[in-house]
């Protein structure tokens, strides 16, 4: 009997020396660098296929989907991802879950620390509360930009939403002369609405030999309601690849909510990512924010795409 429970123990040890053994080769395995990653962030994390993936997961929500419960593995598990670049340097690429109300305070985050914004959109129909994901991107040091994303990770589920004021109820009509004035660019009155439309002919796209130009969808604009002391802008800005972050700094910048960043087009040579924004106050502040945008537009050499 005394032999069995020897032999019994001997086993037990022998395998809790091979877990241990396997924790400890495992952990050996994450790069130091992408250690230090883990600790920064303070988050939890694997490294497989030359891959640090850190976990950003919204377990703090309760989302249902037309009713039905849906866990975090449904589809709201965050996380941004480091590889290692041919020069040894760190590419970042993550997909971050955002309430509404932590989108641009997020998005503002990230670009005050250098971290591009990729795409803003939603995954879901029916969705309570209802999120969006934002992809981010960006090419560094792996302590670097650790410290560069933690700024936007640390506010996400610790944003409040903001009480949103009733529209009023008088003021001074719209001045469509002055908003077209700071815009650069003359407008048309449709009942309410006032909307300038700005073609992106500088870029000379074509498609299977067609033009395709600000009729064909290729083009920014901004549509005003409301009057000059309480308006709301909406709009849409048509941008090359490196003009992205700029206008969307400058959106911020002025005030202006960013909903959404994504294609409108496939095959199109030169690629062009729309953006779609909000805003709301004195009309004239928001013709501002519209203009710092469009004076990003078009500051390199006219990209003249081929045709297909």
Known sequence: MLCF??????LLFVG????????SAFAQEVPGDYQEVLKSLDRKGDFKAGVLK????????????????????????????????????DVMMGDLVLLQEEVNPVLSALLENGIDV???HNHFFWDDPHVFYMHVHGMGKAADLARRVKPGLDLIGHVKPEAVAPA?????????????????????????????????DDLG?????????????????????????????????????????????????????VVAIHHHMTGDRPVVIFLHYWG???????????????????????????AH
């Not at 033009?211 to 000059?228: D, E, P």
């Not at 945008?293 to 990209?303: I, T, V």
């Open 16 to 23: 809790v020396c091979l877990t241990l053994s396997g924790a």
């Open 54 to 89: 850190v976990n950003i997961p919204r377990s703090d929500l309760k989302i249902t989907i037309q009713g039905f419960s849906t866990p975090t593995p449904f589809g709201f598990g965050g996380w941004v991802a480091l590889t290692k670049a041919a020069d040894g340097s």
């Open 168 to 200: 009023s109820s008088g003021g001074t009509a719209l001045d469509a002369a002055k908003l077209a004035k700071i815009a650069g660019h003359e407008g048309e009155q449709t009942g309410a609405v006032y909307k300038i439309t700005v073609g992106r």
């Open 205 to 257: 796209m074509k498609e299977h030999g067609a033009t395709i130009n600000a009729r064909m969808g290729l083009n920014t604009w901004a549509a005003f309601v409301g009057t000059q002391e309480d308006a709301a802008i909406a709009g849409d800005v048509a941008m090359l690849e490196d003009e992205v972050t700029p206008v969307l700094k400058a959106l911020r910048t002025n005030g202006l909510d």
């Open 118 to 120: 990729t795409a803003l």
């Open 280 to 306: 709301r106050g004195p009309a004239e502040k928001l013709a501002g924010g519209f203009r710092a945008a469009l004076d990003e537009l078009g500051k390199g050499a006219p990209a003249h795409g081929g």
């Open 5 to 10: 429970i020897r032999k019994g123990m001997l």
